[in-house]
């Protein structure tokens, strides 16, 4: 299973996905009882998704392994990207789970017992989350009926991280690394923000941080990318920001703004030979739609200039 490439999604992986960054993370959020035991030194990330494909573009997902007590465990991180709470995420967050044990299943097949999977949501939209943690509060019982069938049905809980109720000086007093920090921060207050630009100079320490550290470079870029995406501070304000960081950030900042305003224009000249070769020839079939698409600015030039006297679909893409 795949997941969707999405603004919030990018930034999540690239940034969350260093074991580096999410161990700092899980050392803040899970119980120390907990963290004691895992040895968050030798966290590693593993490859695949488990979610829904019909819920890629609500969820994204992380799977890490570490050894807890010695003995091989997962740790399972979804962050939640929809404007409201999802009322059935516990029974969700068990499927996911169960396909982690069955992937297991199939590649130790001798084995007989399940490694310990640790599920972590992270909420990040502007209200908290209000809805139930356990699988036991989606069952249909009540009072006497609920305790007298409590022992044979089934108890799941996932530890739930809400960035809505984490105010930034609890964000700042949290030990994490530098960009797993500012990433947290911006899933929290960056999305539709047009004043971001004043709410993040009080970060600038930690955004030049980034930058010094090993592979901070690509950090930055991704986060820069993520606040192009989902912000609408106005440009001029973004770059008096980073200027204000010095020339490798001011830099950072020019680059990735001209590579994203080159994408959607990309992105728009696409969408208008689409509508071009629809109206000429019909709707178009998945693999010319993919072809559009994926092809340079120079080659929708030329396409576009091919339609008016193309006379099938086969003449303008050649």
């Known amino acids: 299973m795949s997941g969707q490439s999405s603004p919030h999604d990018a930034v999540f992986r690239r940034v969350l996905g260093e074991p580096a960054n999410a161990a700092s993370q899980l050392r803040a959020v899970l119980p120390a009882a907990l963290t004691n035991r895992l040895d968050l030194d030798r966290l590693t990330r593993l490859s695949g998704s488990f ?172 986060l820069l990318t993520y606040i192009e995406t989902v912000g609408e501070t106005p440009a001029d304000e973004l770059y008096d920001l980073f200027a204000q960081l010095g020339p490798e950030a001011e830099e950072a900042y020019v680059t990735t703004a001209e590579m994203l305003r080159a994408e959607g224009e990309a992105r728009g000249r696409a969408g208008a030979l689409v509508q071009l070769l629809a109206l000429k020839f019909g709707p178009l079939p998945g693999a010319a739609l993919r072809r559009v698409h994926d092809a340079s600015s120079d080659q929708l030039q030329v396409w576009t200039a091919r339609v008016l006297t193309a006379s099938t679909l086969d003449q303008v893409l050649r």
């Open 51 to 222: 979610v829904d494909e019909t819920l890629q573009w609500r969820h994204s997902d992380l799977l890490f392994t570490a050894p807890l007590d010695g003995r091989e465990a997962f740790v399972y991180v979804l962050v939640e990207h929809q404007s409201c709470t999802d009322p059935v995420m516990p029974l969700r967050m068990l499927r996911y789970v169960v396909r982690i044990w069955e992937r297991y299943r199939a590649e130790h097949p001798e084995e007989n017992r399940l490694p310990a999977v640790i599920p972590l949501v992270v909420h990040h939209n502007r209200r908290p989350w209000t809805g139930p943690t356990d699988v036991f509060e989606l069952i249909d019982l009540d009072g006497d009926a609920a305790e007298a069938a409590a022992e044979y049905l089934p108890r799941f809980r996932f530890l739930l991280d809400d960035l809505a109720r984490l105010d930034e000086q609890a964000l700042r007093d949290r030990p994490l690394t530098p960009p797993a920090r500012i990433t947290l921060l911006l899933l929290k207050i960056a999305a539709g923000n047009p004043k971001l630009a004043d709410d993040l100079r009080q970060w600038k320490g930690e955004l030049n941080s980034i930058l010094r550290r090993s592979g901070g470079h690509e950090d930055f870029i991704a």
